[in-house]
């Protein structure tokens, strides 16, 4: 089961709290999960149950974080990288036409390379706390344009990270979550996902610590400066059984109709 956790980054690192925004979905609302699409998502767990009707002891639950507002994850891998690098070749191409120019008629060269500056965007500056995919990338808006210094803020938000999930759910072992590594490049690599002890019933909570990146200007130089928030949600873990999301019909062959003879084609 997956559990979407979209935040409004650029809100939220402005009120400097993910109350109000973020919005959960899961793939469990035709078997109960409450308040799809808001902040308060409980998401339904009916448990797993063997051949014989007893209940098994787990599920699993995966969780997805995204930014609303910045360029979706669904563009390649390297698109950061190939508009970096589109519009440092526009650049020099640019360079070489101003410098043909300016010799041959006298140019306005100053004007013209502010001009070039502004389109070739601003690289961010590589540390330690931001290594690995947004180091050195050039900064982007939320139609994957390069943008330039003056112009951050309209600016793309990186996409949020869970660094960690506890409370109340892990602490009662009810669900044992865990980082793992992933071939699935829209996460970067890494997801989380938990095992559910299904033979429990009941509404337990747990947190999320979600770390956001706010662009901020430290000597001279733009960083992603790392944010931590946190937040809340819950599962419900019922014994009733799961159902055909379909249909809605409980285990068992899937209804065909039945044409009496002599009516059908």
Known sequence: MAIIVLVDVGNALATSTLEGNTY???????????NQGTGELVTAIHGSYWSDGSQASEQVLNWLPYSLGSVPPTVPRGYEADRARQSDEEALAELHDLADRSSAAGA????????????TGTRLKTTRR???RMSGAKILDVTGQVVAEDGTDAHSHPAPVITDIYGEAVDAKIMYPAEYGSPDMVTDGWYWSATVDTSRPGTYAYMMRVQLHKLAQVNGELRWEPVN????SAL??????????????GVGP?????TPPGQGA
Not at 24 to 34: A, P, Q, R, V
Not at 229 to 232: A, E, I, K, R, V
């Open 108 to 119: 306005d060269a100053a004007g013209e390379l502010n001009r070039i500056r502004r389109k």
């Open 130 to 132: 931001t290594s690995g």
């Open 236 to 249: 419900k873990i019922s014994s009733e059984p799961r159902r055909n999301a379909f249909t809605k019909a």
């Open 24 to 34: 959960l979905f899961d793939n469990m609302k035709l078997h109960g999960s409450e």
């Open 229 to 232: 928030l946190t937040y809340s």
């Open 254 to 258: 899937l209804p065909i109709p039945h």
